[in-house]
């Protein structure tokens, strides 16, 4: 709800007596993705900060300016010193507006993969200049905005209402689509509904209890009383009103600009923690397994008797044999170091004579002694390095806090480096991984369970492509395309499909079988574990792993 239309409603109703009046004193960005807007007052001077990459996009206000002196990029230089004449955001759509006294307006776009901030000419509705993309937008069209559906009526809502979807909560969505998820959840939750139950087994009144308890929520929503929801150390759902169906509340607010500003703080944090966290995780944990695995095996190997004795029993059987027929490959003869002088039969080099035969067998006996000697040494090893990567891993998970985490990755660098991939300690501001196919198209891919449940769930768009390895475990990746109406073309959808399988339990395989569909085909099950999911209308590539 950090970005929903209700919270930029409220931040704009809050905002609006301290801007009017105020100059637009510089435009920037200082932190890739992030737009920083500098305004000064006659009493206050404020900065708005955005960010325009998904999966977290955000719009909050601080008081003061501040702009670092270097790697800054100014932006939208015409537009200093015009004066605020008015902020507001547009009816029932996430586009907030700054009016300028110049006959221009500064327009904020907090939704989807087009997410931007333009500098537009009211006059010729034309865009002057765009935070992203500028050299192409430049001159074009500014977005204009568009009311998404609102039933004030219950009929209206019975019209939206879709029993082909998967649950009661997803057909609340499709009835009021500024709701959210939350708040669709909070709303069947009011109503006495099971969120997860099948929408076609919804009764009239029970639809009838649900559009009551929606304009209850429409209601409370006009007076906001923000909190921050969550177990741990960081929240995982801001919410504009109290929510009935959590139970999990952490901080309550009692000014929506406050609340938004901790809000967005804690969960760039969250975003930070897990970027510095999960490779470790991941390293660690793939190298505990390898390192167990690895000392198993050797266990097992030396378990096994030595053949040493055997070798040089046999050399010392073959120098006390007098002759053996030349070009024989075997020689059978009593074993002279048994009790019971029981026939042993050794194998020869038809080559060689029977002396050089016997210093084959010392040299391999010799040989191997000295292998059991030094896997009894390398087993030492093992063992320590597995112990050493398992006692890491208990204590990376006992940590729960950014500090702790960049506390640990300086403090005991020397014990994680001889674990990690290279490169994989590296922290990117982009939560997954992500490889540019040219054109606007990029592909998404998640690191691990939970990462793979958000990037399918909570980031792509219903019109991205999602691909994963099929019938093998593996990383969801999407495809993600510039628009909806964006054709990727089947050269990038082998390239997605390779990356998929690079990504995947097949990796090693020659061709690997790849399925792929619209993400809005793609669903969690009642109940599932994280990443676990169902997938409807599905085609196959069959690609070669590989990366671009």
Request: proline content about 6%; some cysteine.
């Amino acid at each position: 709800m950090i970005n929903s239309y209700f919270t930029l409603r409220a931040l704009v109703a809050r905002w609006h007596d301290d801007l009017v009046g105020c100059r637009v004193h510089d435009a920037f960005s200082q932190v890739r993705n992030e737009f920083s807007l500098a305004l000064s007052g006659p009493e206050s001077d404020w900065m708005l900060r955005t960010s325009v990459q998904r999966p977290l996009l955000f719009l909050f206000r601080t008081s003061g300016i501040s702009k670092k002196k270097r790697n800054v990029a100014t932006l939208f230089g015409s537009a200093r010193g015009r004066t605020v004449t008015d902020v507001r955001i547009a009816h029932l759509d996430r586009m907030v507006m700054l009016d300028l006294d110049d006959n221009s307006r500064i327009v904020w776009q907090l939704f989807g993969a087009r997410a931007n901030v333009f500098w537009v000419d009211a006059e010729t509705g034309t865009i002057r200049d765009a935070f992203r993309n500028a050299d192409t937008l430049r001159g074009t069209d500014a977005p204009t905005p568009r009311a998404a559906p609102m039933p004030d009526t219950l009929n209206d809502f019975l019209g939206r209402w879709r029993d082909n979807r998967n649950k009661v909560r997803q057909a609340m969505q499709s009835a009021v689509p500024l709701f959210g998820q939350p708040l669709a959840r909070e709303t069947v939750h009011r109503a006495g509904l099971d969120p997860t139950a099948d929408p076609e087994t919804v009764s009239s009144a029970e639809k009838e209890a649900l559009f009551a308890s929606a304009q209850a929520v429409l209601n409370d929503l006009a007076t906001p009383a923000p909190r921050l929801y969550g177990h741990g150390p960081f929240p995982d759902a801001f919410a504009l009103i109290p929510l009935q169906h959590r139970t999990d509340e952490r901080e309550a607010f009692d000014n929506i600009d406050n609340a938004v500003r901790v809000a967005v703080r804690r969960m760039l944090a969250k975003q930070h923690f897990e970027r510095l966290y999960d490779p470790l995780d991941d390293a660690l944990t793939r190298a505990a397994d390898r390192a167990q695995r690895t000392t198993e095996q050797m266990m097992q190997e030396l378990t096994n008797e030595s053949r040493a004795e055997e070798y040089e029993r046999w050399a010392h059987l073959l120098m006390t044999q007098p002759q053996v027929e030349p070009g024989a490959a075997e020689v059978a003869m009593p074993d002279l170091f048994s009790e019971r002088e029981e026939e042993v039969t050794i194998p020869l080099d038809p080559s060689k004579s029977l002396v050089k035969n016997a210093e084959y067998y010392y040299d391999r006996a010799r040989r191997t002694r000295r292998s059991r000697e030094e896997a009894e040494a390398r087993l030492d090893d093992a063992i320590a390095r597995a112990e050493s990567a398992q006692q890491l891993l208990d204590d990376l998970h006992a940590i729960d806090t950014l500090d702790g985490i960049k506390r640990f990755r300086k403090d005991r660098s020397d014990e994680i480096a001889p674990f990690m991939d290279r490169g994989s300690s590296d922290v990117d501001t982009f939560p997954f991984r992500r490889f540019d196919l040219g054109g606007g198209f990029e592909v998404w891919v998640g690191k691990n369970a939970r990462q793979n449940d958000e990037l399918t769930f909570h980031t792509a768009q219903k019109y991205d492509i999602w691909m994963h390895a099929r019938q093998v475990p593996g990383s969801h990746t999407v495809l993600h395309l510039p628009n909806r109406d964006a054709t990727p073309g089947r050269k990038r959808l082998v390239q997605a499909a390779q990356i998929a399988a690079y990504y995947s339990k097949a990796r090693g395989s020659g061709a690997v079988p790849v399925m792929y569909t619209r993400r809005k085909y793609v669903r969690s099950p009642k109940g599932s574990a994280p990443g676990a999911v169902t997938v409807q209308r599905e085609e196959v590539l069959m690609v070669e792993p590989g990366l671009p």
